[in-house]
């Protein structure tokens, strides 16, 4: 969905633009829209757009009520204060690699707005130990297809908010978490160092080889599904 069209239109009840045989033309900046569902209590969301603007008061300002929420990545964090009405902390900045865990007081939503990734092209670096990864594609993988550049070891770890899966050599990932997706982040938990970066599930066949992908259906926890864009409406396709 993109987020904004370049023509306005003055709101009359009942008014139609355009006809069947006399459209009009929307054109857009390219920008997407996308909206993440939170739930009161910890949300373990993940932000699959380059923001525009990405600092954090932008990026959170959709929120309808944050009084008393608090967001964090691994290693810094944000309140927010209703004293300044906005967001205070050594979280400032919200990027596509991490996963975010958000605590809110209600159910809520957040409407971000921003580019379009294709993730074969965004690495994220891995360390020896926990890693708070975000979920780049805008479809939906099996955890063997989306860690495919990761050299995982027997015992390495990943899990959502509510499923995991682990390593085993000679097998896979196995668990009740089978499918990655967005809008959710992820805890990863490796031996050694890695890079992760995730195929483009448009142009991946998956691990059935066929002339087409098989197509999995998402297993959405924890967050809310998020409408995807078809191939045709990516900016990159215009």
């Not at 944050?66 to 205070?88: E, M």
């Amino acid at each position: 969905l993109y987020a904004y069209a370049l023509e306005t239109f003055d709101f009359e009840p009942d008014q139609i633009q355009g006809t069947l045989s006399n459209c009009i033309i929307l054109h857009t900046n390219t920008t997407l829209l996308r909206k993440i569902f939170v739930h009161e209590g910890w949300n373990w969301p993940s932000m699959n757009l380059d923001l525009v603007p990405n600092d954090i008061n932008s990026a959170l300002s959709s929120l309808s009520n944050p009084t008393g929420a608090l967001v964090k990545d691994q290693t810094t964090f944000s309140t927010y204060t209703t004293s300044t009405s906005s967001w205070v902390g050594t979280l400032s900045i919200l990027g596509p690699t991490s996963l975010y865990q958000y605590k809110s007081l209600v159910k809520d939503s957040i409407s971000i707005i921003g580019h379009y990734i294709d993730p074969t092209t965004r690495n994220i670096a891995l360390h020896s130990g926990w890693n708070w990864i975000g979920y780049i594609p805008t479809q939906s993988l099996s955890v063997n297809e989306a860690l495919t550049t990761v050299n995982a070891s027997n015992g390495d770890i990943i899990k959502s908010q509510l499923q995991f899966a682990q390593f085993l050599n000679g097998v896979g990932w196995i668990g009740n978490l089978k499918t990655m997706n967005a809008p959710n982040g992820y805890l990863l938990l490796l031996h050694d160092d890695a890079t992760l970066t995730y195929p483009d599930p448009l142009n991946f066949r998956g691990e059935i080889e066929s002339g087409s992908r098989n197509v999995i259906v998402p297993n959405y926890t924890g967050l809310t599904e998020v409408n995807s864009t078809s191939r045709e409406e990516l900016p990159f396709e215009k």
